[in-house]
């Protein structure tokens, strides 16, 4: 079985991120909030074609994009989008690229981003993140690339 780039991503009428009682990022009225998880073999251009695709699918209301509406996003790197509880009660990570790999690959997501013209907001790379939003539909879709 491949294991693919994966992003959990919900359309939201406001999101944020607190890490130590301070909001690291926050995006007010519609958008997407993006839960970003990165594998072993991952690379810089699954992110650009991540950072593609979540800057052009049609989730927002109408069926229109974040490119559409100049909607912003607010992506959170999250490891745990690799747990596996298939057996036992404890999930293991061991699909989950570590850190040294992990962070510059969220990073690279964000960038790319950026350059096509999205307004991003981000958590904190491995800070225990408060995360809140207002699910719109609700709506969540889960992107692999």
């Not at 519609?30 to 695709?53: F, I, M, N, S, Y």
């Not at 509406?69 to 999250?78: N, T, Y």
């Not at 061991?94 to 850190?99: E, K």
């Amino acid at each position: 079985m491949m294991v693919r780039m994966r992003a959990v991503v919900q359309r939201v009428n406001g999101a944020s991120v607190v890490v130590d009682g301070e909001t690291v990022g926050e995006i007010v009225g519609p958008g997407l909030c993006v839960l970003v998880g990165v594998t072993h073999e991952d690379t810089p251009e699954k992110a650009a074609q991540l950072a593609r695709k979540l800057w052009s699918v049609r989730i927002l209301e109408g069926e229109k994009s974040c490119s559409d509406l100049a909607a912003p996003l607010l992506v959170i790197s999250q490891f745990t989008l690799y747990g596996d509880a298939r057996k036992g009660r404890r999930p293991t990570w061991n699909a989950a690229a570590p850190g040294e790999i992990a962070e510059p690959l969220v990073d690279e997501v964000v960038a790319r981003l950026r350059e096509l013209g999205a307004h991003v907001e981000t958590g904190r790379f491995g800070a225990d993140m408060k995360v809140s939003l207002t699910n719109d539909g609700p709506f969540t879709v889960i992107v692999e690339v």
